[in-house]
């Protein structure tokens, strides 16, 4: 039966995450998959908390990929998918933990159509018991949102179905298609990067499903410092400008022009909003996000160049199975969202951030820092 079974490689990657990494490592531990089928690799992303000296002592068995560096989300998971052995790979962060038959669910339906090359499992946020993720639609406003975001657990979100993505928090993808077409596009650097992989999956013509039964847990909301706006500068900069980019590279052409319509739409109530409470750093990043897009336009034109010459399945289509929401959807799941996190944070911060780090830019790069309260 072992024989059956794909090799698959779990990367973990880490910034100073040492007091998560024996509740993720122990879980995956106790997966019900076969210990010859599976590898652990940790990706540090050179942290300063003793992290990889604590798994070389705690978790010998497991591969370490200590970089030079912090090379963010996508280049650290992309260093890491080039050294790893599996035929899939999952991406998880190290603030999870997962059940015993997680893997074992996220495998399952791989063998039944060779066009699912791509799963993600129910994720939920452990200390309240509310979803993080019962998979992903996207936004014709280049934003990706997840399904039952801050809602509580019901049958809708045990009905296996096909999604737009997976979240990067836990999400399984085949090796060959990841590598092929160029990992995590590296010009996100955080944020936006799962929801690009997941629409390059299905304008590729293949399938991402979300599978109920394979359950993980993620505290989440560890970057990004506690606010009024729970962000920084920089990450409402990088929020704002990666939006702008899934669009000018992704949609086609008649998209493109919803999709920066509805995207300046929102852009504009953000910025009256955080005026009206004396707000300045959110217009100014806003702004700048803007003028970075058109500086940079020919990369960007360059990149939707390369991505269209492998493109099978017109945004049309994607609309109809839903992947892409309609605009009038769009504004009412926007609504409830919005409605559902700000509830929830008021009612328990589920979103503790003592243990945040915040993203700064330094020389032209973003680093990311210790937050300060």
Sequence with gaps: MNNNKPFVSIIVLNYN?????????ESLENLDYPKDKYE???????????????VKENFPSIKILKFDKNYGFCKG???????????????????????????????????????????????????????WSAGGVIFPDGCGHYTGWFTSDSYKYNIQKYTGFGTGAGVLVEKKFFIS?????????????????GFRIWASGYKVKYIPSAVMYHYG????????????????????????????????????????????FRSFAMIMYAIIHKNIYVPMAI????????????????NRKIFRKNKMVEDIKLYKLGIILGSGE??????????????NINEGDVFAKKDAVNLEEENGEFIFVKATK
């Design 17 to 25: 995450g040492k007091k998560w990494l024996k509740e993720c490592f």
């Design 40 to 54: 652990v690799i940790i990706g540090d992303n050179r942290s300063t908390d003793d992290s990889v000296e604590y």
């Design 77 to 131: 998971n992309n260093l890491c998918a080039k050294e790893a052995k599996g035929e899939y790979l999952v991406i998880l962060n190290n603030d999870t933990y997962v059940d015993r038959m997680w893997l074992k669910n996220l495998i399952e339906d791989i063998s039944k159509d060779e066009k699912i090359i791509s799963t993600v499992g129910k994720i939920f946020h452990p200390d309240s018991k509310l979803i």
């Design 181 to 197: 077409t160029g990992g995590f596009d590296e010009y996100y650097f955080y944020t936006g990067e799962e929801n690009d992989l």
């Design 221 to 264: 909301g560890k970057t990004g410092s506690l606010s009024k706006y729970r962000t920084t500068p920089v990450i409402e900069f990088l929020v704002t400008r990666n939006k702008l980019y899934f669009i000018l590279k992704n949609f086609d052409l008649n998209n493109v022009v919803k999709g920066i319509l509805l995207h300046m």
């Design 287 to 302: 702004l700048k996000a803007y003028l970075f897009i058109i500086k940079d336009i020919k990369t960007i034109l360059k």
């Design 330 to 343: 769009w504004f009412k799941t926007y609504l409830d969202a919005m409605r559902n996190s700000e509830r």
